[in-house]
């Protein structure tokens, strides 16, 4: 005979789960692919009021050093002084302002995007994945997020001119993220 688990409800902390997790961009490469990415090391926590939901609010800090392109040479040049930065600017982070509109498919979360020592607000359109026991009793719950944000107004403006006029790297990238997080005690 199996119990049926109430889900916790009210205002609840929940903390990122990096392992099942991910945080991965795209970005046009030579004006005819694109190339996408994803940061390994990521840490957030999430606050989630059911009964005031625009009370909710996300902060997450993600390692510029730990970006993974599958191609060394280009990470090299990623965490250089021609993008990230990652030494003298070694975390990328946001943190939310305000919530929009929820509903039961997701919402709306406004905040600062800081990169590369520049901060600029963006708009996240967040899915709501649901909510679950794992098998040790713990629960989950899944959001999924994308956005597109232009690198230059974060300083990222390294770029070489194509013989046929274009750019090697685009200006606008796509940033999207699959959270899985676990409700802290």
């Not at 005979?1 to 929940?14: F, L």
């Not at 990415?37 to 989630?48: E, I, K, N």
């Not at 956005?147 to 974060?154: A, L, N, P, Y």
């Amino acid at each position: 005979m199996s119990a049926v688990v109430q889900p916790v409800t009210g205002r609840t902390t929940w903390a990122l789960d990096p392992v099942h997790s991910s945080v991965e961009f795209a970005v046009r490469h030579l004006m005819i692919t694109t190339v996408k990415g994803r940061f390994a090391d990521v840490q957030g926590t999430v606050v989630l009021d059911d009964v005031t939901p625009s009370a909710s609010s996300a902060e997450i800090t993600i390692q510029a050093a730990s970006i993974d392109t599958r191609e060394p040479q280009r990470d090299a040049h990623l965490k250089s002084p021609d993008f990230f930065d990652a030494e003298k600017f070694p975390t990328l982070t946001f943190r939310s302002t305000a919530v929009g509109e929820w509903d039961e498919d997701g919402l709306t979360l406004i905040g600062d995007l800081t990169i590369h020592g520049v901060t600029r607000e963006v708009a996240l359109e967040v899915k709501n994945e649901g909510r679950t026991r794992d098998p040790w009793g713990g629960e989950r719950t899944g959001f999924t997020a994308t956005t597109k944000i232009k690198r230059s107004e974060f300083g990222l403006t390294w770029n070489q001119l194509l013989e046929t006029g274009g750019l090697a790297v685009s200006d606008d990238v796509k940033i999207s993220l699959d959270v899985q997080l676990v409700l802290k005690a």
